[in-house]
């Protein structure tokens, strides 16, 4: 006659459940160790050494001109001055922009040039994390009543030869930082322009003209919600004023910006 099998813990085959969710947590801390020891985490900017992956080191960092408080209250641009809240600039008098409000991480110069030229024509990728982080920081008030993310599109004949959107790119990361869709095909350029790099405030603005589409079906997606529009930098607005209006158009009930950088003077 054969024993019955014993179901004491000595005698089982299988691990418990939660003692095998133990070890594979147990597992994987040290697979992430061993692979830190071999693979150290490097700053993205300049390569040396980090305490944690996809970050800067303390020198990268305090090459950043970030952008604090006082700002204007339209285009986010910083004050030397506290004036007060709700203050404009002359620029956001002077020339109101489509959108309600803007917000930057900081100037476009030094590291923070750097890292924009490196996401977008050096296929450097994996700074989008990075960069989505800190624009989640910079613009938390504006994410805070967001109900969709827009990023400022490309044309697919760009698309194609560039193979990546990077403002696509940090509009994804955002919205899985910050729990928001994105509508990555909603907003379309439709035309091919020539560059915007090296146009000055007017030029940008007829190279534009017609550029941008959104289809009388996809419209409902942006209808009555507040669209909060994605891109790496913003110089003189052009394309985030083309992209705002024709949001506008749609039946968005608000439109503010959010990039890595901006240029003060749009120069």
Known sequence: MTAPESDSPGNSTEAPPRAFRSIT????????????????????????????????????WA??????????????TPFAHDFGPGMLSPAAIADPPRFDSARAVAIHEG?????????????????????????????GPLLATTDVLVPVPMHRGRLWQRRYNQAALLANEIGLLAGKPVLLETLRRVKRTPPQVGLA???RRSNLAGALHIKPADRAAIAGRHCLVIDDVRTTGSTLNACAHILRQAGAARIDVLTFTLVPDGA
């Open 111 to 139: 590291g923070a040039k750097e890292m924009v030229a490196r996401l977008k024509y050096g296929e450097r990728l994996d700074l989008a994390r990075a960069m989505a982080r800190m624009m989640v920081q910079a613009g």
């Open 25 to 60: 947590r147990l597992l994987g801390r040290f697979g992430r160790a061993a692979l830190g020891i071999v693979y150290p985490p490097q700053c993205i900017a300049c390569n040396s050494a980090t305490g944690e992956p996809h970050a800067l080191c303390s020198t990268c």
């Open 201 to 203: 405030r007017n030029e």
């Open 63 to 76: 090459g950043i001109p970030f952008i604090s408080e006082p700002v204007c209250a339209r285009l986010g």
